[in-house]
């Protein structure tokens, strides 16, 4: 009965209810989607952390992450991993060498991390194979006698592997991709010119374009003149089992792309056995066993659990090893309800100013339900639903609002990547593909019902302050 | 049966510079099924009288038993249990909760006491019949006439069967033709239903209708007759 009435009540002035609850649609759709997109960017970066980068938990001898010494391998990996994917939970183990080199070509040299790895495996484990930039190549699928490689698109441009060509190709391209023809004439005194930096390149077609033009078509031009030459070598030298300086030619098998410049720019990857066979490392001698899990949540619980019964070796969880990535994770849900209770205060004050006129207005109806025998808690509840209806029907349009903008964004994405150098260096997507997790719902709900019982606290006691019997005298 | 006995009442306000002593001394007692009135100049203390014997308000001084009831004992929140159980209002205006429809509004106080729906609902028609609104019981306020929610503040006061229902003018904003249908409708009430009545006003055709007639003058009783004929 009362919910019935304070249901009713909010409708009696419709235009001031509809504001109120415009506004709270509103804030509630600005809280959940730009937290659905940040949320989309922070889990794609916690992905990629996870099956391109670290797996789920990494076993290392005790002293390999501080000395980087080839020596320092752990003893009887193979039996051991045969052991850790034994464990409940696990779903794969493979075991990784890893070397400090030079990687070289004829214009340059850079420091990296050459990842001796098992092909086979590591497709079980990690997304990365999947990251093949198409047209470059394969994950070590080409049948040759050279020891291949495959490295990050960072790496490649560093060593000016990739290159930039306008080819009669590249401009066809732009002309199917909608490119004015004008744009097109402007570039063709580029033709078939090579470029071995993005930098130089950019800067030969800039100045032939007008600002717009390069604003609405730079990254298109780019992206079709970008070429690679599949089978290109690079020089990589490293230190053997002797600690002998030993170099050796590899062919580039494939080029990928994460949104992790950093990672791409040191991680070079090879098969193991070809390291083994440079290095003279032993058979089933490993500096790594990077082991993927079913799911997420039990990194924790295998984590402690291997951690016991290898009491000689390190064991980390990607948690241990990325901290900064772990904490992003826990702190989601805590931004998340900072973010939603400021929203939610501002309305707050809206609606208990909509909840006051609302309560003034009925001076002599409240005096007379009261005079009638209705008691002060009936009273207060009558005024406290009133307010949590106002704030449940713009937080349930709110959120209806939010979810379907996020559908129509999920499956295409919001694409910042014309602002996305900053993002990207860091590993953080420019494509962000809006996800909440249903439990955010829940919690904006529980939050906008709280909203609504505070906002209702000083209306409703208003009203029970008001005597019944001036209420129904006052003229 | 006496249902209410006023003794040497007295209510005086003291929140404007001067005091104004509203009620000044009343002794009175009210049967089971009197039809009363209570008239008087403006400002003789009609309103005050009233609300002091609904429990809207307490008297400064003396004692007010309404069945069982010593009113001067009930705290603020028993005060509002006990209007809801025993005293049925009509007020002059600004009866109805104007989100609800009649028949609603007539269940309100039945709901209030959680009387199962059946019962009500037959409660509900039985007395919209009565009031002669049996078929507006889906209209809301706005959609009746002033005599139209009179009757139907009527009803509700009369839902639960209370001791007595105090009516403070309840004609004072109705043309005379509505008011006789008013005056009509409760003294049918008050013979079938052998409901009690209590009920002020400055209408000498009013005053016709009643049986008995309190006079007061400056918060005292002047006279007080009980008419043997009619
Ligand atoms: N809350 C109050 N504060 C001060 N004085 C009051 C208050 N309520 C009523 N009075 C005074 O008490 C006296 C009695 O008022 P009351 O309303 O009972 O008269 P009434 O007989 O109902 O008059 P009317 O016929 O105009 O309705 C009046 O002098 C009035 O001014
Ligand atoms: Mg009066």
Redesign the interface.
């Known amino acids: 009965m009362i919910t019935e009435i304070a249901w009713k009540n909010i409708w009696r002035n419709k235009s001031r209810s509809l504001i109120v609850i415009t506004a709270v649609t509103i804030g509630v759709f600005a809280g959940i989607f730009s937290m659905a997109a940040i949320n989309s960017s922070v889990q794609q970066r916690l992905d990629a952390a996870v099956h391109e980068e670290l797996s789920h938990i990494q076993v290392n001898n005790k002293d390999f992450r501080s000395s980087g010494d080839i020596q320092d391998t752990i003893q009887g990996a193979d039996s051991l991993m045969t052991l850790i994917e034994k464990t409940k939970g696990v779903k794969a183990a493979t075991g990784r060498i890893i070397l400090m080199g030079i990687a070289s070509t004829s214009a340059k040299s850079e420091g990296v991390e050459i990842i001796g790895v098992d092909p086979v495996k590591e497709q079980q484990i990690f997304t990365l194979p999947e990251k093949l930039v198409p047209g470059t190549g394969s994950y070590f699928k080409s049948e040759t006698k050279y020891n291949m490689a495959y490295m990050g698109e960072t790496l490649a441009r560093d060593l000016n592997i990739i290159r930039f060509i306008l080819t009669g190709d590249a401009l066809a391209k732009l002309r199917n991709e909608k490119v004015p023809e004008l744009v097109i004439t402007r570039l063709q005194s580029l033709k078939d010119q090579r470029f071995i930096s993005e930098k130089a390149f950019a800067k030969a077609f800039e100045v032939l374009l007008s600002p717009s033009q390069n604003k609405k078509y730079g990254l298109k031009i780019k992206e079709a003149a970008w070429s690679f030459r599949e089978g290109s070598k690079v020089i990589l030298s490293f230190l053997d089992v002797n600690n002998v300086q030993t170099s050796a030619v590899f062919r580039i098998t494939g080029i990928f792309r994460t949104n992790n410049d950093m990672f791409e720019s040191v991680s070079l990857f090879v098969p193991g056995e070809e390291l083994r066979r440079l290095t003279g490392l032993r058979e089933g001698t490993y500096h790594r066993i990077i082991v993927e899990l079913n799911s997420d949540d039990l990194t924790g619980e295998v984590t402690s659990k291997l951690r016991e019964s290898m009491p000689g070796l390190e064991v980390l969880s990607w948690k241990e090893i990325q901290p900064d990535l772990a904490l992003m994770a826990d702190f989601m849900e805590q931004i998340y309800g900072i973010f939603m209770a400021i929203i939610l205060a501002a309305l707050a004050f809206g609606i208990v100013n909509t909840m006051l006129m609302a309560v003034l207005e009925r001076t002599r109806e409240i005096g007379m339900l009261a005079a009638i025998g209705m008691n002060r808690r009936k009273i207060f509840t009558m005024i406290m639903l009133e307010s949590v209806f106002l704030s449940l029907v713009g937080g349930v349009s709110g959120m209806a609002v939010s979810l379907a903008a996020i559908a129509a964004t999920a499956k295409h994405g919001i694409n910042l990547v014309k602002y996305s150098e900053g993002m990207e260096a860091f590993g953080y997507s420019a494509h962000l593909y809006p996800s909440v997790d249903i439990k955010f719902f829940l919690i904006t709900a529980v939050l906008i019902v709280i909203t609504g019982i505070i906002s209702s606290v000083y209306p409703a006691r208003k009203a029970l302050k008001l005597n019944p019997v001036e209420a129904i005298r006052g003229e | 049966m006496k249902v209410v006995e006023i003794n040497d009442v007295h209510k005086i306000y003291h929140d404007t510079e001067v005091e104004v002593r509203a009620i000044n001394g009343v002794t009175l007692s009210f049967e089971k099924g009197e039809f009363t009135v209570i008239v008087g100049p403006s400002g003789s203390g009609k309103?005050t009288l009233l609300?002091l014997i609904?429990g809207?308000?307490q008297p400064t001084n003396g004692e007010i038993l309404v069945a069982g009831h010593r009113l001067s004992e009930l705290r603020p929140?028993e005060l509002?249990?006990f209007?809801?159980?025993h005293?049925g209002?009509v007020?002059q205006s600004?009866?109805l909760?104007?989100?609800?429809t009649a028949s609603e509004n007539v269940g309100?106080?039945m709901?209030?006491q959680k009387w199962p729906k059946e019962k009500r609902i037959a409660r509900t028609n039985e007395l919209l019949g009565s009031v002669g609104l049996s078929d507006r019981g889906n209209s809301r306020p706005s959609q009746l006439s002033g005599g139209q929610q009179q009757r139907v503040a009527v009803a509700?006061?009369l839902a639960t069967r209370p001791e007595f229902i105090l009516a403070d003018e309840p004609t004072a904003n109705l043309d005379s033709k509505s008011a006789e249908a008013l005056l009509d409708i409760m003294e049918k009430l008050n013979r079938d239903e052998e409901m009690t009545f209590i009920f002020s006003t400055h209408d000498a055709k009013v005053m016709k209708r009643a049986r008995r007639i309190i006079t007061l003058e400056d918060g005292k009783v002047v006279s007080d007759e009980t008419r043997t004929e009619n």
Do not use: H, K, Q
């Open positions: 309103t609300n609904g809207l308000d929140s509002i249990d209007r809801m159980e005293v209002f007020f600004y009866n909760i104007p989100v609800l309100f106080i709901s209030l509700r006061a």
